[in-house]
């Protein structure tokens, strides 16, 4: 059983150790938090057997194998060099990091450390679903494009209206729609359909500057595809996938829980594919088969793909960013 220790004491952390729990590959044994109180209180939720204040004793005398990040976007690098410098696994929540400069900063350290693996937790398209979709995509006989939507209001967004910067809208900590939700239809862009040609990004800034919601035009060969994400508001469109007579609709390209294709005909045809209820369950299962095995030809194969990903991704983030002017106090 893998020893999961954990950064970032929020829901997504719940939601992540549930599904290690409901795998039963994994057991949280250390929790870091800035204060001796939240420390405290989270490892007697969930019965890890230690608890840490301090990042570098975190590090030194953790009783862990991996490391799952979920702390504010712009102090995931910080927290990755030092898992890996460390020699511990690390799961870095989305997106891994701010811009291509860390990325590659990363990529050569773990160069330097051989036996250490880093994957980002995106975790629809480690799903049966997902794959599902992906294969009927390819099956389409000609592509005229696709439009990904994905907008939940945030919860966070009252305390900007009330005149505050929390730290999913500040630039400083590198928050805002895209680095957020933006994410999920970004990474389901490049898994379907490969990179793009050229990409721009038309924010809504809001009052700490972050962007609240925006539409990203990704411009390929022969098709675009739009995508439409938010946080300021809700959306209840779907996302589709644009055949010449044919269509493959999702419900959302985040939280994949129903996909139809609609043939020549426009005949329904209902993806067949396990959900699951926790959707962090699959890739849960399929990092835990990595870092068990992780000189595996055929998990190393699996894992070269995920990193090659979440390169694209990070790249096509940043190249989104600087085509709408916005910057991060880690461009520097």
């Known amino acids: 059983m893998l020893k999961l220790g954990i950064i970032g004491t929020n829901w997504i952390t719940d939601q992540l150790i549930d599904a290690g729990n409901i795998t039963k590959q994994w057991q949280l044994t250390t929790v870091y938090s800035r204060t001796e109180e939240h420390a405290r209180e989270y490892s007697h939720k969930f019965d890890a057997q230690e608890y840490f204040t301090d990042i570098d004793q975190f590090f030194s005398e953790g009783v862990f194998d991996v490391v799952y990040i979920a702390s504010p976007n712009s102090l995931h690098y910080q927290y990755a060099r030092q898992a890996i410098e460390n020699d511990k696994h690390v799961i870095v929540e989305k ?13 050569a350290l773990l160069q330097a450390h051989p036996q250490v693996r880093l994957v980002e937790a995106a975790r629809h398209v480690h799903t049966p679903l997902f794959a599902a979709v992906k294969q009927q995509t390819s099956n389409l006989k000609q592509i005229q494009g696709a439009t990904l939507t994905y907008m939940k209001y945030s919860s966070r967004y009252d305390q900007v209206l009330a005149g505050k910067t929390p730290n999913v809208f500040s630039l400083e900590f590198a928050g805002g729609a895209l680095q957020d939700l933006g994410v999920y239809p970004v990474y389901t862009a490049l898994a379907l359909f490969g990179e793009p040609n050229s990409v721009v990004y038309f924010p809504t800034l809001i009052a700490t500057n972050a962007d609240g919601k925006g539409v990203a035009i990704l411009r390929y060969d022969q098709f675009e595809v739009t995508l439409n994400f938010g946080k300021t508001t809700n959306s209840h469109l779907t996302s589709e996938v644009y055949g010449l007579k044919d269509t493959l609709v999702m419900d ?3 939280d994949l829980t129903k996909a139809v294709y609609y043939d020549d005909q426009q005949v329904a045809h209902p993806i067949e594919a396990n959900v699951a209820e926790n959707s962090m369950v699959p890739e849960m299962q399929e990092f835990a088969a990595l870092f068990e095995q992780p000189d595996d030809q055929a998990q190393l194969a699996k894992y070269q793909q995920w990193f090659d990903l979440s390169r694209q991704v990070n790249s096509l983030l940043y190249t989104l960013r600087q085509s709408a002017g916005i910057k991060f106090p880690t461009d520097k």
């Open 95 to 107: 997106p891994a990091f701010t811009n291509p400069d860390e990325f590659s900063q990363i990529e």
């Open 252 to 254: 959302n390209p985040a």
